[in-house]
């Protein structure tokens, strides 16, 4: 049975602004249109993850976060232009979808972050070429399974893994660092190998990791004044992907003997110049602490193409 009368201007905006527009619909008794915005929305959400968002620079526009705010006002604002001509159906009750829905959209996007995909953007330069400053990447949670470090506020109270699949040599991950960031890396060595760099060249258990030349590398940043050096490493697994020398006989070109011990992993940047890693006073990784494996790259929010860089992941 309808209500009396239209949703207030202000409950109207309170509810499209904190949850979506979609509950604001439900609230005002716009049913079959919030089933298309949801339909639309969700399919974005899928289109984003396939198809990526085409790459534009937002140097000179506000920060994402206004962005979003914005968009948000707008569409309360619409929905509050549509309250005052509707009459509430039997649904928009305090009883009824709109609490449902609420709690119902408020878990799926926890569920989906927490063990299915997770974004995560890209602040420096250790990763180039295959991530540049400005990136943005999904993260799959379903990789190696989840630890106290997949969920929020630590809401998994575990040690170890659940449902855990060992990652492979030359897979991008993101993890947890000792110092509580999240940071992201290669993985180049597995527990009881020895790894070590000599003269630049990645060598695991005493033997030399194949290392083809490739030319030169443009660089799209400040990072160099100057071409960089690049290569083509092959690691025994046979998981090729491109690594940078800025410079000869840099600090991490020659290194100790690093044993990588029992369920940790040995990590480093594809920017081997420019990469504070595993070789350095960071230490391998314990499995525990890997978040996830990057798998696609859908946006970079300095323009920069990366459509063929998806390969190098």
């Not at 232009?81 to 039997?90: E, F, K, M, N, S």
């Not at 940078?244 to 920017?271: C, E, K, W």
């Amino acid at each position: 049975m309808p209500l009396a009368k239209p949703r207030s201007s202000l409950s109207t905006f309170l509810i499209s602004l904190l949850v979506d527009p979609v509950a604001g619909l439900l609230w005002i008794g716009r049913g079959k249109l919030a089933i298309i915005v949801g339909i639309i929305l969700y399919a974005a959400a899928i289109a984003v993850f396939y198809l990526g968002v085409p790459p534009f620079s937002i140097k000179s526009m506000p920060s994402l976060a206004l962005l979003e705010i914005l968009a948000k006002l707008a569409f309360a604002v619409g929905v509050c232009c549509l309250a005052a001509t509707t009459i509430p159906r039997w649904y928009s009750n305090g009883f009824g979808l709109v609490p449902i829905y609420i709690i119902s959209a408020l878990a799926l996007a926890l569920g989906v972050r927490s063990f299915l995909l997770q974004p995560f953007n890209i602040p420096s330069e250790n990763m180039v070429p295959a991530l540049v400053r400005g990136d943005y990447v999904f993260v799959s949670k379903l990789a190696y399974g989840y630890s106290r470090y997949s969920i929020p506020f630590g809401l998994l109270p575990i040690e170890g893994r659940i449902f855990a699949q060992l990652p492979e040599r030359g897979d991008v991950v993101v993890f947890r660092t000792q110092d509580g960031f999240d940071s992201v890396k290669r993985i180049v060595g597995l527990p009881g190998e020895t790894i070590q760099m000599i003269d630049g060249i990645l060598n695991i258990d005493g033997s030399p990791v194949k290392l083809d030349q490739m030319g030169v590398y443009h660089p799209d940043s400040a990072m160099s004044s100057r071409p960089i050096k690049m290569a083509k490493e092959t690691p025994p697994n046979g998981k090729s992907y491109a690594v940078l020398s800025i410079t000869d006989d840099s600090m991490g070109d020659n290194t100790a003997p690093h044993i990588v011990p029992a369920g940790q992993y040995f990590l480093m940047g594809d920017n081997r110049d420019n990469s504070y890693d595993s070789r350095f006073t960071m230490g391998t990784v314990p499995f525990e602490n890997l978040i996830g494996k990057v798998v696609k790259i859908f946006w970079n929010s300095e323009g920069i193409a990366y459509s063929e860089r998806q390969s190098l992941l």
